[in-house]
């Protein structure tokens, strides 16, 4: 135990040992001292007592003897009297007063002045009673005394007798000098006493410390102490020795158990490690089948957007452009899906993470919001754009995945938004950073959810009421997060959420500069009258009579290969000027393949593209690591064909306006300009219908949209109004307006 800090002596820290000594010295030492000063006070209360009967005794024998003086006025006599008291060199001095108090004779020691203010004051005061009295100083000791004359008892005078106390003090040090010796004498035994005593005590304690201390360093619980007292302490070291007993049985419990539980966590360990692997391997039969699907539904679909865009290209009629706008929104809405699907097993894989480039994010701006106008267009919300500068505003990042952050946020707004309006804010908080909100006037968000709805699958009860995958914020945060930045949510129960962030872009290198977008409303050729060659090797005939047909338009001479060992043997015959190759082929795959061009061929000299479906399982760095120059993603959009041949060929594209043709926007603006304007009916529909409704709008399914539509004819069901509704209906299906189906769905429906 180590004392205080600031605390010299703490009782509390000493030993037993010392504790005992200490208590017996200070008993010892308080009764020693009581009682000498007992005995001190009672002999200096006697020694005083006997001064003071000494000194009346002496005064009544020089009074008497002095009384004829005093009676005949004879003062010589009366001084030849006190001077007989020289024989006492204690008394200072001596006083013969008549009775009127006339001083007859004196005496004075030192022969100092009669006219002694001191004595003269200290003899007034004493006469002032007319009696015998006592007046006693710290170093003197008056006493005046009457003379009576025997014969009558009449007052002759007084005699007045100073003393000095020396004898009285000389007394008092001898008995303190006395005590003292008495007292050490006396401590000095009662310490060898103490010493001795307190062994009886503290050596059995002592010998029971030093045996715990054993036990604990030792882990010896099969130590046993020997006890030679039958008083307390002999309980005290039988119960220690009980207590080791049943810490020995205890401990003896406790191995046998540990060695049980051993034998169970490596039987646990195993059955983790099994199931762990089970696990493991079934996450990766998960991503195969996720990969496999991925590249299974892509490839089909691939053609499907692909001949919808060529289509959209050609002459159609009215109607035919109608059927085909629903084909290629229904396929890309399909294709978003799949992509949620993807994207959240490569963040459960841990394999998400950024690309980053340059970009115009004034651009990227734009484009988001020329894709979302038109939708609050068709639900009749206004949209309103806050954006701090108008100026190109050139950044490094992840336009991809940001691009994807905004639209599931703004898609969500106008989803649960059906009246107000939706708001788009971008503000620059610092060199760098940015934040982004998207803010709209729904129905609000309960508190319990504000957490719920950014976990993969989870809804708030108007996302149930809505449908969807439930995955678009969960992706969202963790593409935020990647960015540094944190994706938050201030709602209000009642109406309206803000969804916000803040990330931060680093500034574009100078030598960027922002390239002209291309678009898919005008037609491209090539500009030289060279004609260029392409190879396009696929194994589905589809792809590759799909690329070759786009090719073809452009002005290039296309030759395709269905594998990579003849991929090979084409360039061998003729070296192209671009490749477009898939990665998963049978015979020789596409890694197989690039390997074997660039042993032969350098970049410079032969450009190839990897056009793949299997984007979970691989990365754009990855092939491009591998050789190639640029990696598009099934299916793809034919802008981005026409960038990879600008980019790695050059400038070798022209536009040329398609004649008779008007982009999709204003196509499909046209054509729903030509709706009916909503008819005003409302009908008593069961809570399932709706939700069959609702979804089969939300989801594009315009076969299960007939059906639903021909059971509103009925009427023995609906009556009058369901047949008015059906017939709305299906000009909004034959518009293409899937947005503007679930807005009157709503509208039709009672509260």
């Not at 990879?644 to 603006?669: F, H, R, Y």
């Amino acid at each position: 135990m180590t004392k205080q800090p600031g605390k010299w002596f703490s009782f509390a820290s000493l030993s037993i040992q010392k504790k005992l000594v200490l208590i017996i010295l200070s008993i010892s030492s308080f009764m020693l001292l009581s009682s000498m000063a007992v005995f001190m006070s009672s002999e200096l209360d006697s020694l005083r007592s006997k001064m003071k009967e000494d000194l009346s005794t002496l005064a009544d024998l020089v009074g008497k003897s002095s009384s004829g003086a005093i009676l005949f006025y004879d003062a010589r006599t009366a001084r030849e009297n006190l001077t007989a008291l020289q024989a006492k060199p204690h008394i200072i001095s001596a006083h013969l007063l008549e009775a009127n108090g006339n001083i007859l004779a004196m005496y004075y020691r030192d022969q100092q002045d009669n006219e002694n203010d001191f004595q003269k004051q200290a003899m007034l005061t004493l006469l002032g009673d007319r009696s015998q009295a006592y007046l006693e100083k710290t170093s003197q000791l008056h006493i005046i005394q009457r003379i009576i004359l025997d014969s009558d008892d009449s007052l002759l005078g007084y005699i007045h007798i100073e003393t000095d106390r020396d004898v009285y003090w000389q007394r008092v040090k001898e008995y303190l000098y006395t005590i003292i010796l008495m007292i050490l004498f006396s401590l000095l035994i009662t310490l060898l006493i103490a010493y001795r005593a307190q062994k009886i005590f503290t050596d059995p304690i002592l010998q029971l410390l030093n045996s715990m201390h054993h036990v604990s360093r030792e882990q010896d619980y099969s130590y046993r102490l020997k006890s030679y007292y039958d008083d307390e302490v002999g309980e005290l070291i039988d119960g220690f020795n009980e207590m080791l007993e049943k810490l020995e049985y205890q401990d003896q419990l406790t191995r046998n158990y540990q060695k049980e539980l051993e034998k169970r966590v490596e039987e646990r360990t195993r059955q983790l490690q099994i199931a762990r692997d089970r696990a493991l391997a079934a996450n990766r039969t998960k991503s195969i089948f996720l990969a496999n699907m991925s590249h299974e539904i892509r490839t089909p679909m691939n053609a499907i957007l692909g001949y919808s865009q060529l289509l959209q290209q050609s002459s159609l009629d009215k109607d035919q452009s109608r059927q085909i706008s629903i084909i290629n929104k229904s396929g890309n809405h399909l294709l978003s899906l799949i992509d949620d699907i993807l994207e959240l097993s490569k963040i459960e894989a841990g394999s998400l993470d950024m690309v980053k480039t340059d970009f115009d994010l004034q651009e990227l701006l734009h484009s988001v919001e020329n894709m979302f106008k038109i939708r609050c267009r068709q639900k009749q919300l206004d949209w309103r754009m806050e954006c701090f500068t108008d100026k190109p505003v050139l950044v490094n990042g992840d336009p991809g995945k940001l691009r994807q952050v905004l639209i599931n946020l703004i898609s969500n707004a106008i989803k649960f938004t059906d009246q107000g309006e939706i708001h788009f804010g971008i503000e620059q908080t610092a060199d760098n950073r940015y934040r982004f909100s998207v803010e709209d006037t729904g129905p609000g968000i309960d508190e319990y959810a504000k957490e719920q709805i950014f976990e993969a699958f989870q809804q708030g009860k108007q996302g149930e009421l809505k449908g969807g995958t439930g995955l678009g914020l969960s992706i969202s945060r963790q593409y935020i997060d990647l960015f540094g930045g944190q994706l938050n949510v201030e709602m209000d129960r009642e109406q309206g959420a803000c969804f916000y962030f803040e990330i931060e872009l680093p500034s574009a290198s100078d030598q960027f500069i922002a390239a002209e977008p291309i678009s898919l409303n005008n037609q491209y050729s090539l500009k030289t009258t060279k004609k260029l060659t392409a190879l396009v090797v696929d194994d589905v005939k589809d792809n590759t009579e799909l690329l070759g047909k786009l090719l073809e338009g452009i002005g290039f001479n296309v030759v395709s290969a269905s594998h990579g060992k003849e991929a090979l043997q084409k360039i061998a015959q003729q070296l192209p000027d671009i490749v477009f190759m898939d990665i998963r082929m049978p015979v020789m795959d596409g890694v197989q393949t690039i390997k074997h061009i660039r042993r032969q061929f350098s970049s410079a000299q032969l450009k190839c593209v990897a056009v793949s479906a299997s984007t979970l399982q691989h990365k754009s760095e990855h092939y491009m690591a591998m050789g190639y120059d640029l990696f598009i993603s099934k299916p793809f959009h034919f802008e981005s064909i026409f960038f990879a041949i600008k980019e790695l060929i050059g400038d070798v594209l022209e536009e040329k306006n398609m004649s008779g043709k008007v982009d999709n926007e204003q196509n499909n603006t046209m054509v729903k300009v030509q709706v009916e304007s909503d008819p005003t009916v409302k009908l008593d529909l069961k809570d399932s219908f709706v939700d069959d409704l609702l979804q089969a709008a939300e989801y594009g399914q315009l076969t299960r949209l007939g059906e639903l539509i021909k059971h509103l004819r009925q009427q023995n069901i609906f009556g009058e109004a369901g047949t008015i509704a059906a017939s709305h209906l299906e000009q909004l299906i034959n518009a293409a307006d899937l947005d503007g189906i679930l807005v009157y769905v709503k509208s039709i429906v009672n509260d």
